[in-house]
């Protein structure tokens, strides 16, 4: 082993340079990060950098590339003591929560970080994230696939992006941090998921082919076009959907078109997951009136869920190999702290 930590560079604006057309990933990031770094390097492990070819804007992620990652990780895992994974801002808490899934309790630190501001220039937050993201990568047990930024350590399946401009670019609504870097280092080992044997992943068997197009992502709003719903229920390779409601989980009760969609899914065997469309707290299911009728229809409860979570969950259940009642009945696992027990 040559050095302790790889770190996988997908692309995404901590690499950019500025081109023509406006900034877009490059190649070279090894030689670029030395240089930002400055004599800081001495402190940190010791890092190789892997770039992914092609290089890629995060906002052209889909779940193949889940995979790619994975297959990855799996071929370097036995090289290095612990792992980065460089990644754009705008799809992080996509790919942060499909890892989790896929790799449950980690027996090395896998830890995504990122920038606001490419690499090198005037005033980037990426020097810090990637000494941050570096210097917890083989110091300290994390279990949790974790994203690093703006000294914030957080469960990668809880994060979501809430700002396109600020430095505190990533929130997790309704969990606790799982670390804080400072003037001193503070971690909390007791949130972090727990390891068992049944919670560790074999890395080979982590690997699962995600199918295109399988999960669709409903938002309710006043108005709510029919067609939307009939696009979805015709659409043979959409498994599964996730149904943004209002509130605690409330619906439109009183519109015939989506009591309608609710009943064919159900006939044609697609899974609906009830999300809150807050930002804080959950789906309490039957709270209200207008929320109970999903319960009689299958309908899943999302708890506090971020959308990214439920939507890579469905994802992966569906990858593993899960039928519809497959999912109903593994929907209430909690597999890696994407929800908070009631």
Known sequence: MSAQVLILYTGGTIGMVETEQGLAPASGLQERIEIALGESINTLPSFEVLEISPLIDSANITPAHWTKLVSILSTHWQDYDGFVVLHGTDTMA????????MLGACTKNILLTG???????????????????????????????SLMFDGKLMRG??????SS???????????DLLGELAIKLQLYPNRMIQSNTNSIHSIENS??????????????????PV????????????????LQTYGAGNV?????????????????KKNIVNLTQCLHGGVSQGAYATGSILSSMNVLSGNDMTLEAAF???????????NYYGIVEKWTVNYCGEFTPS
């Not at 941050?132 to 949790?144: E, K, M, Q, Y």
């Not at 439109?252 to 044609?268: G, I, V, W, Y």
């Not at 890579?312 to 899960?322: D, V």
């Open 94 to 101: 996509y790919t942060a929560s499909a890892l989790s899934f």
């Open 115 to 145: 920038s606001q501001i490419p690499l090198g220039m005037n005033r980037s937050d990426a020097t810090s994230n990637l000494q941050a993201a570096l210097s917890l990568a083989v110091s300290h047990r994390v279990t949790d696939v």
């Open 157 to 162: 399946n809880r994060v979501q992006k809430i």
């Open 165 to 175: 401009d600020r430095f505190e670019a990533f929130h997790t609504p309704n969990d």
């Open 207 to 224: 690997i699962v082919s995600f199918k295109a197009d399988s999960v669709a992502v409903i938002t309710l709003h006043p108005g709510q």
């Open 227 to 242: 067609a939307i719903y009939q696009s979805v229920l015709d659409d043979d390779n959409c498994k599964a959907i996730v």
């Open 252 to 268: 439109p009760d009183q519109n015939s078109a989506f009591l309608s969609f609710l009943t064919e899914a159900m006939l044609r």
């Open 312 to 322: 890579c969950k469905l994802h992966w259940l569906i990858a593993s190999g899960e």
